[in-house]
């Protein structure tokens, strides 16, 4: 048998009414994350990852005065065929009972990167884009080296080490 061009494996893609049905049923063991349709496994949250979390998670709510809430490794609305869990996620106030934060209720989404780098600046920052996300932190700190990449519709840049006081990204701060 021969083939005149290169096959790829099939994926199946769950919408989020299905992927939740995974999950009522015990089919969802790790923690994981829906994204374009595909269940993504998630790594354990390594005791530095979770500690560097905390600091922004503080600094952020010490700043909110109500402006904003502060939300943590939980699930943000992307449509029928995504809802990423992020590390932390800047969104206006309200209550939220039948859906999670969308798009237009965030102002900065934060993604803490122990291992998963180019995938966050990768995958995840081309579905942020394409959903309508402002702004995208990734925040990594591995092997002793801290950078900052700093994602949104209009530009792309990374710092090392310490960020210059100077800088203040441009986040728009729900009302």
């Known amino acids: 048998m021969s083939f005149t061009k290169e096959q790829f494996p099939s994926l199946h893609r769950f919408s989020l009414e299905q992927y939740y049905e995974l999950g009522e ?3 969802l063991d790790r923690r994981t994350e829906l994204l374009d349709g595909v269940i993504i496994d998630m790594e ?3 005791p530095w990852h979770a500690n560097i979390g905390d600091i922004l998670s ?12 502060v939300r943590v ?3 943000i609305n992307l449509g029928q065929m995504s809802q990423p869990q992020p590390d932390l ?3 206006r106030p ?3 009972r039948g859906q999670h934060p969308g798009a237009a209720d965030i ?4 993604q803490i990167s122990d291992s998963s780098l180019s ?3 990768g995958q995840k920052l081309a579905l942020y884009k394409a959903k309508g996300i402002q702004e995208y932190w990734v925040v990594e700190f591995s092997a002793g080296v801290q950078n900052v990449s700093l994602a949104s519709a209009s530009r792309k840049l990374s710092l090392s080490a310490r960020p210059p006081r100077s800088l203040r990204p441009s986040i728009r701060v729900p009302n």
């Open 25 to 27: 049923f015990g089919l």
């Open 44 to 46: 354990p949250i390594s």
């Open 58 to 69: 503080r600094i952020f709510n010490e700043g909110a005065r109500g402006r904003f809430r």
């Open 73 to 75: 490794q939980y699930p």
């Open 89 to 91: 996620v800047l969104y």
């Open 94 to 96: 309200g209550m939220w």
């Open 107 to 110: 102002s900065l989404v934060v």
């Open 119 to 121: 995938f966050d600046l």
